[in-house]
């Protein structure tokens, strides 16, 4: 079984998502939004980026 998104509306009616592994744990929680579809949008960006996105060291962060 694959991993997978879930959206969520919360009391202000606003959106995110939250991306889970296969076995149910949660590997990003996403900003908000203000809509579904921006949300979505920002679920296919983050499809079509991942495989090419590289690890690099965030500034100040301890070596």
């Given at each position: 079984?694959?991993?997978?998104?879930?959206?969520?509306?919360?009391?202000?009616?606003?959106?995110r998502f939250t991306?889970?592994?296969?076995?149910?744990e949660v590997i990003?929680?996403?900003?908000?939004?203000e809509s579904r579809?921006?949300?979505?949008?920002?679920?296919?960006?983050?499809?079509?980026?991942?495989?090419?996105?590289?690890?690099?060291?965030?500034?100040?962060?301890?070596?």
């Open positions: 079984m694959p991993g997978k998104f879930e959206v969520h509306q919360d009391k202000a009616q606003e959106f991306l889970k592994s296969a076995t149910g990003a929680l996403s900003e908000v939004f579809e921006a949300c979505e949008k920002s679920i296919e960006a983050v499809r079509k980026n991942a495989p090419y996105a590289k690890l690099v060291e965030a500034a100040g962060s301890a070596s």
